[in-house]
């Protein structure tokens, strides 16, 4: 690609314009080279802050031409002029340079869709999911077991990852599921007692295992007081797995995936010791009543019929079929329902991931004790004193499992990768990545907010998490800045939102941004210094902006400030927003860049891999679900484009 600043661009590929996500080995190194490119000619406006907008003079580093044609947008004009790419008909108020149409054009088609396919409305902010237009606090397409305690935003994330997680599940012949930095266990309780599955969470926060354990006994209490009431008009039985395993732990991503087996079983061990009961180590069908406010609605669904049992046993998984009905009505256009309400559920294109022989499998007791002598984890027996000897033929190791991660932080994200691409036990992962900033690079090896590894690991490796693949480590001009991978969290359809109402919050970046000449004009070595959210700031005038951030950088609150100066630059804060909207507008950009790594990063490894748009990204901005199954695992066909 030749993206000149007042050039011509030469169109990438037309398969970018595609809404799925599978790409051969050859598109995906085009695609990530173009990328590359495309970034690399946009770093002056990738790395800028734009609380530097008036201190750095950003206005005058774009193309004179760029200026003026976007000195006088409006809100709304920015909105659909620069950032919704799926708006058509736009109406210009002036005639633009080609070279910023090709940029914004650039812009939108090189970064992967993040439209879920069975979003039917496009106006990027216009309204929350359909699932909450008549609550807007709970999912109507969850059970209320399931929404408590649990803010809107992760019901509607639990539900759409828990079935994906059960599908892949099925394609799997797996019923065992490890969750990631799983918090409170909202997700963990979904896929164990909504979907019957196997499901140790890990969490290095033990206050949220402790939350998580309190959370499992309050569902247990609510559903045995559901099954004995006498009122058995509208039954659905749901067949549940065992309890979850919450596991206190954190996941070194230096230490090897021998390690991580070995956290998780010790772990689990521990975490059986102290909660197990025998009604809880049991599988068992509950009778739920239900009503049209409190019932299983989305569990019911999958669960109510025969053809959709939820089997708890490592055994009976094996024997699911690869057209195992789900809920996953939302996951593929043509899914329809029976007459009974059961879902028919057609295969889902992004599960189908190729059939190759299964790897060699390691023998159980000799892996743990070649691990436990480079590692100062000691080694423990599985038929420990506190060990449920009715779980050991579904162990990590026996069986296998499948990796999730629900938006794990940082290096979490491409640790579960790496241990899915060399762990023999490890059969499927469905990782939903965010916190790029917190990525190591070889240019940031030790970022803001990164827990380093303890002296003691002796499994470790010296790949950092940005790149992960050889293709985009030898493409020039691949490094991503903190700057980059920070802006590549935030989300353009809240800002569109902001835009097209003409939020008042929006002067909130321009209050910062001339705050920062202040600041500078006393202190000039002071710079970007941290003030953090100052409450309803936009509602305040700016003086009062000024007294309540000039302490918190340890300055004086009573400064003089040069009104006349500071009021010039607040009429200028229409310039502000255009130029954090393209600054915005490279952010998917960059996420596509480094998702692109880890999918190139799996291909080079031999696995095929796949991204799901599954979230409403108004909703859950970190909404793309990097989804793959390891070979040989796969009981459906192979997929077509394979």
Not at 183 to 190: C, D, P, V
Not at 397 to 421: Q, W
């Amino acid at each position: 690609m030749n993206l000149l600043p007042e050039g011509r661009l030469v169109p990438p590929c037309a398969w970018l314009a595609m809404a799925a996500f599978t790409f051969s080995p050859e598109q995906l190194r085009d695609l990530a080279r173009d990328v590359t490119s495309f970034l690399s000619q946009f770093r002056h406006i990738l790395d800028s802050y734009i609380i530097e907008f008036f201190s750095e003079d950003l206005w005058e580093t774009l193309p004179p031409k760029w200026q003026e044609a976007l000195c006088d947008l409006s809100a709304p004009q920015i909105a659909d002029l620069l950032l919704d790419n799926m708006l058509t008909d736009r109406c210009y108020p002036s005639v633009w340079p080609l070279s910023l149409l090709a940029f914004r054009t650039a812009a939108h088609v090189l970064a992967f869709s993040r439209r879920p396919l069975d979003q039917k409305k496009p106006d990027a902010g216009s309204s929350l999911p359909e699932e909450f237009h008549k609550n807007n606090s709970q999912s109507s397409l969850l059970g209320h077991i399931f929404r408590k305690h649990v803010k809107p935003k992760k019901q509607h994330e639990i539900r759409r990852l828990g079935a994906l997680v059960k599908t892949l599940c099925g394609k799997t012949g797996c019923s065992r599921v490890v969750d990631v930095g799983s918090g409170q266990g909202h997700l963990t309780r979904f896929l164990s007692f909504g979907f019957g599955l196997s499901v140790t969470g890990i969490e290095a926060d033990a206050a949220l295992v402790s939350m998580a354990r309190k959370f499992d006994g309050q569902l247990l209490c609510t559903l045995q007081k559901q099954s004995k009431r006498k009122d058995n008009t509208t039954q659905y039985i749901v067949e549940t797995g065992p309890s979850p395993n919450h596991v206190i732990g954190w996941v070194n991503p230096k230490a090897s995936w021998q390690e991580f087996i070995h956290q998780l079983e010790t772990g689990e061990c521990e975490s059986k010791r102290l909660t197990t009961t025998p009604t809880q180590s049991k599988s068992k069908q509950l009778n739920l009543k239900s009503n049209p406010d409190q019932d299983l609605h989305h569990v019911s669904q999958a669960l109510s019929s025969s053809q959709c049992h939820c089997l708890s046993h490592p055994e009976k998984f094996h024997n699911v079929s690869s057209d195992i009905k789900t809920d996953c009505d939302f996951m593929i256009p043509n899914a329809q329902q029976n007459s009974a309400g059961v879902l028919n559920c057609p295969e889902s294109k992004f599960l189908d991931l190729g059939c190759c022989p299964k790897p060699q499998q390691v023998g159980e007791k000799e892996e743990a004790m070649v691990m436990s002598s480079c590692s100062n984890i000691p080694y423990v027996e599985k038929n420990c004193d506190y060990y449920d000897p009715t779980e050991q033929d579904g162990g990590f190791r026996t069986t296998g499992f499948i990796l999730t991660g629900l938006h794990a932080c940082g290096d979490l994200s491409a640790t579960l990768l790496r241990h899915f691409a060399s762990c023999p036990h490890v059969l499927g992962i469905t990782s939903v990545a965010c916190c790029y900033m917190k990525i190591t690079t070889k240019e940031n090896p030790n970022p803001p907010g990164v827990v380093p590894p303890p002296c003691s690991t002796h499994f470790s490796h010296s790949e950092f998490s940005y790149p992960m693949s050889s293709w985009v480590k030898g493409l020039p001009g691949h490094q991503l800045s903190y700057k980059a991978r920070e802006g590549a969290c935030h989300a353009i359809e809240d800002y569109i939102w902001r835009l097209r109402t003409e939020s008042g919050v929006l002067k909130t970046h321009c209050y910062r941004a001339a705050l920062e000449t202040v600041i500078r004009g006393f202190q000039p070595e002071l710079r970007r210094a941290g003030i953090q959210t100052i409450k309803k700031a936009h509602l305040l005038p700016f003086s009062e902006y000024a007294r309540l951030g000039l302490p918190r950088v340890g300055l004086p609150p009573d400064l003089p400030l040069d009104g006349p100066r500071l009021e010039a630059m607040l009429q200028q804060q229409g310039h502000v927003f255009v130029y954090y909207s393209l600054v915005l507008l490279l952010a998917p950009v960059v996420e596509t860049l480094v998702l692109l790594d880890r999918m190139l990063f799996l291909q080079e490894r031999g696995l095929q891999s796949e991204l799901v748009p599954l979230f409403d990204p108004v909703f859950s901005p970190r909404n793309l679900v990097l989804v793959a199954v390891k070979p040989g695992h796969n009981n459906a066909p192979q997929s077509a484009t394979a």
